[in-house]
C-alpha cells in the first residue's frame, strides 16, 4: 500500500511540473551559446570554376530557413568577374571578385560572398540591418550564452570590441543583380508561413582587414569570426540608431522598437560567425 501511495504522489508531482506553467517557463529557459555553429558557407572567386563548391552549393543545398537555394532561381555568369555592390550608404560600386588581399603569391582573395534568405520587410516598418563587421582572430566572450527571449545573461559578453581580443573593421558590401555582370539575376521569393522571403548576397572586402591581421609577420591564414555592427532605420532608410557593437545594447533597442521575439531570440548568432581564410592559387 506504501509503495502504491508513493507512486500516485510521484506521477501527481510530474503532472503538476508538466502543466504548471511558471515551472514550465523556468524548464524551458536554458541559456543558450553560439559556440556549436558550424562555418559559414562563405565563398570567393576561387570557388567558382566549373563544378567548383559554389555551383554544388547552389544545386544541392537548403538554407538556414529551409529553402532549397535552386527553388530562389538566381541567375550566375561564373567566367565574369564583375560585380555591382551596394555599400552601407548606398552608394554603388563595382568590384573585381578575382582581385587579392595582397601582390603576395598565393595571398587570399579580396571578396567573400554568402547567400541568405530574408523576410521582405514590409515599407512602412522600421528595420534594422548589418551595418558592417569587426573581424576577430579568435572568438569573442559569450559567457553563459543567452536566455529564452535572447538576451545575454551577462551585460559583459557579446561585445564586438571586446579588450584584450584583435579586431578590425570589415565593409559589408549588398550585392545587385545586374545584367552583363557575376550575379545576373535575383529571382524569385518564396513563401513560408504566409510571409515572403527573397535571397540576398551580402559581400565582405578583407583587404584592409587582412593587411592589419598580417602587419606583424607572414599572411595571415585561419579562421576568420565575424561580430556584426547594426544599425536600426527609419522605413524610408533614414537612420534612427545606433551603431550597436554589443548584443545587450541591440536587444534593449530591438525591444523598444518593438522588433519581432523570434529574431531576437535568435540574434546571438550574429557573433562568432566564421569561416576559414586560405592561401590561394
Not at 578590425?168 to 557575376?182: D, E, Q, W
Not at 522605413?235 to 518593438?258: D, E, F, Q, R, V
Request: hydrophobic letters at 35%; a positive charge.
Amino acid at each position: 500500500m506504501k509503495r502504491l501511495t508513493r507512486i500516485t504522489f510521484l506521477l501527481v508531482l510530474v503532472g503538476f511540473i508538466g502543466f504548471s506553467p511558471h515551472l514550465a517557463k523556468s524548464v524551458s529557459a536554458v541559456s543558450t551559446k553560439n559556440s556549436s555553429s558550424t562555418q559559414m558557407k562563405a565563398f570567393c572567386f576561387g570557388d567558382c570554376k566549373s563544378g567548383g563548391k559554389f555551383q554544388k552549393y547552389l544545386k544541392g543545398s537548403k538554407d538556414e530557413n529551409g529553402f532549397k537555394i535552386s527553388n530562389f532561381a538566381m541567375q550566375f555568369n561564373f567566367s565574369n568577374k564583375t560585380m555591382v555592390c551596394e555599400d552601407s550608404k548606398g552608394k554603388k560600386i563595382k568590384i573585381d571578385l578575382s582581385e587579392r588581399c595582397s601582390n603576395a603569391d598565393g595571398a587570399p582573395y579580396r571578396y567573400y560572398f554568402w547567400l541568405k534568405s530574408n523576410k521582405l520587410k514590409s515599407p512602412s516598418s522600421v528595420y534594422w540591418r548589418t551595418e558592417s563587421f569587426v573581424g576577430t582572430t579568435e572568438r569573442i566572450n559569450e559567457g553563459k550564452g543567452v536566455d529564452y527571449s535572447g538576451k545575454p545573461i551577462e551585460s559583459n559578453t557579446y561585445n564586438a570590441n571586446q579588450k584584450g581580443v584583435d579586431g578590425y573593421a570589415i565593409p559589408r558590401l549588398f550585392a545587385v543583380a545586374k545584367s552583363g555582370t557575376f550575379f545576373r539575376n535575383a529571382g524569385s521569393s518564396l513563401s513560408k508561413n504566409g510571409a515572403k522571403y527573397g535571397n540576398s548576397i551580402y559581400v565582405i572586402d578583407l583587404k584592409a582587414w587582412y593587411l592589419q591581421a598580417s602587419k606583424d609577420g607572414p599572411g595571415y591564414t585561419g579562421n576568420i569570426y565575424l561580430q556584426s555592427v547594426t544599425g536600426i532605420h527609419h522605413p524610408n532608410g533614414a537612420w534612427k540608431g545606433g551603431p550597436y557593437t554589443t548584443l545587450l545594447s541591440w536587444w534593449n533597442a530591438a525591444t523598444a522598437n518593438g522588433f519581432a521575439s523570434v529574431g531576437k531570440r535568435s540574434y546571438y548568432q550574429h557573433y562568432n560567425q566564421f569561416f576559414f581564410m586560405k592561401i590561394s592559387i
